[in-house]
């Protein structure tokens, strides 16, 4: 049985977006513009995902507030598509599953439903060198001093990491880190891709001196990735 999206917005660009990304993914989009509709229409059909558009706030936790109560919604995850300032109860209040960050491209949306609803593509993955990690970094925010966490997925292009909830999005400016086994020390702007339920934070790196991501790339080239380290193992 094919997988089923259901997605609430009013904004054109958005709804092109994800029906283009989701049909890709061989998922079937419903698209609803009304709050009402689509509470209705999560009663009586069954959706894999809920997409919703923040751009109405209160209306988005309406939608995603009515399917946690709702038996054909139970094993159906939320998706927040949300401005990067946007305000965390929407998330917390509606336990979404994930919240992708504006602006919103299709590799963005393509990895993030892929990832909440476990599918893989195998060229995907190959083109992906992620390397599970456990590295202490620091977080430099507006108002807030150094922040410390963990990276437990790191790539060239970015990393993840658990913050928790009381550290705003909008605020995260910085990262820094020093690479295991070198001296080398990375530190990037920050541009925060997702977060999840959990507090759980992807960030891509939006600038970095080229030393430094010249020592990152070689220092992720001499480490094995999560599917090379699986192959290895099976």
């Known amino acids: 049985m094919s997988l089923r999206a259901l997605l609430f917005s009013r904004d054109e660009p958005i709804i092109r977006l994800v029906n283009q990304v989701l049909q890709d993914l061989g998922i079937a989009v419903t698209h609803s513009h009304d709050a009402q509709d689509a509470v209705q229409r999560l009663t009586d059909e069954h959706f894999d995902a809920i997409l919703v558009d923040d751009a109405d706030a209160s209306k988005a936790i309406r939608v995603l507030a009515a399917a946690k109560s709702l038996p054909s919604c139970q094993e159906s995850v939320g998706i927040v598509l949300a ?11 509606a336990r979404s599953s994930l919240v992708l960050y504006r602006p919103l491209s ?13 599918l893989r593509s195998g060229e995907d993955e190959r083109k992906s060198h992620r390397v599970p990690v456990n590295i202490p970094a620091t977080l430099q925010c507006i108002g807030i001093d150094g922040v410390l966490v963990f990276l437990n997925n790191l790539s060239a292009g970015g990393a993840a990491f658990l913050v928790g909830r009381s550290v705003p999005p909008h605020s995260i400016q910085a990262i820094e880190f020093e690479l295991p086994e070198t001296k080398a020390s990375v530190k990037a702007s920050l541009e925060v891709v997702w977060r999840d339920a959990e507090g759980r934070m992807g960030v891509h790196f939006a600038h970095m001196e080229p030393q430094q991501a010249e020592s990152l790339e070689k220092w992720l080239a001499a480490h094995p990735s999560s599917q090379q380290a699986h192959s290895a193992n099976a």
């Open 106 to 118: 299709a590799d963005r949306l393509r990895n993030g439903v892929k990832s909440v609803l476990n």
């Open 83 to 93: 401005a990067s300032t946007t305000s965390l109860a929407l998330a917390e209040d």
